[in-house]
């Protein structure tokens, strides 16, 4: 499917910031079942320069800084990807079996997954998170069914409400109040699983929604989407990353479907906040966000061809990167 995309964030800020830096994620993943098209990312007022590099986990990310007072800072991604589903891969290993694989042994090879097992600013590892996972994971059962289970029963027994949590409420609230949004029930994933000592990351991107029958589909109507993947270590190696997302029940390899697009993943949305930045100035402001997911017309292909595409993107594309980690910036 390919998909176009544009996600405007608009800062009226008053009084009017000096200066400000700030380091955005908004270009898209290149895999090897999202072919990232083009990107443009337009910056007003006009910063001297725009600086793209990976992250430690294969993101990227851009840095600009205004040097220059400015009231309304507005930052608007163009972004254009081909994308393509692929269904579930059989995995028969016992959720135990994996969660052994993490376990220290000397002289063992590193796995750069282990890195996901560990608790992180936004997903703490805590009883409540084990206590509530435990039902889907019965001993000895699989860990993609155990998964699997676990994203059917969030979607079942928690409410969407849009209101009902901030940017920054703990995971563990969220639980407890068997409610929020997409954030809230990647981050709850997450926290069940690295709770049981497993590998899992938090994935943000967008999703395709389509309008009423009978309405139009407004612009900058659409929002940008979370959900999480788990790693299975009974995989072919750069392929044992399963996405799912319990928000709408949806789960497949290398992504929940062609109409999702993969932004960035880390160990929670602290790691891939789209936007983020330190500021002089401006004691007050408002945020405005809006993002359109539409799709193109694609070129005329085969079902057969389509498929036979999706088995040999098993060529990988590796998630991490050697780079050395860059301290976060503060966060609005």
Not at 54 to 76: A, E, I, K, Y
Not at 133 to 160: C, K, N, Q, V
Not at 165 to 190: M, S, W, Y
Request: charged share 15%.
């Amino acid at each position: 499917m390919r998909l176009q995309i544009t996600h405007e964030t608009v800062y009226d800020y008053s009084p009017s910031v000096e200066t400000a830096q700030h380091m955005v994620y908004l270009t898209p993943m290149h895999t090897s079942t999202q072919q990232l098209l083009g990107q443009r990312l337009i910056v007003t007022p006009q910063p001297t320069r725009i600086n793209a590099m990976q992250d430690v986990f294969g993101n990227t990310r851009s840095f600009f800084s205004l040097q220059v007072p400015h009231r309304q800072l507005r930052v608007v991604s163009h972004s254009e990807v081909l994308t393509q589903a692929c269904a579930l891969p059989e995995s028969n290993m016992s959720w135990e079996r994996a969660r052994e694989a993490f376990r220290y042994r000397a002289g063992a090879a590193f796995d750069a997954a282990n890195e996901f097992v560990f608790a992180s600013p936004m997903v703490p590892r805590q009883g409540e998170f084990a206590t509530y996972a435990r039902t889907s994971f019965a001993p000895d059962r699989a860990l993609l069914a155990s998964a699997l289970d676990l994203m059917h029963r969030i979607h079942g027994e928690f409410s969407y409400e849009s209101q009902s949590t901030e940017v920054n409420t703990p995971a563990l609230q969220a639980l407890t109040q068997r409610k929020g949004v997409c954030q809230d029930f990647a981050h709850i994933f997450v926290a069940c699983l690295r709770s049981l000592g497993l590998a899992a990351r938090y994935v943000s991107g967008y999703l395709l929604t389509e309008a009423a029958p009978g309405s139009v589909k407004l612009k900058g109507s659409d929002a940008s989407h979370a959900w999480a993947s788990v790693y299975l270590p009974d995989l072919p190696a750069q392929q044992r990353w399963i996405h799912l997302d319990p928000t709408n029940d949806r789960a497949g390899w290398h992504g929940p479907g062609e109409d999702y697009v993969l932004l960035a993943s880390g160990r929670d949305f602290s790691d891939v906040s789209p936007m983020r930045g330190v500021i002089h100035g401006g004691t007050s402001h408002t945020l405005t966000v809006g993002v359109t997911v539409e799709p193109v017309p694609p070129p005329v292909a085969s079902q057969s061809q389509s498929q036979s595409q999706c088995q040999e993107a098993v060529q990988s594309q590796t998630m991490f990167s050697p780079l050395n980690r860059v301290s976060s910036l503060r966060r609005y």
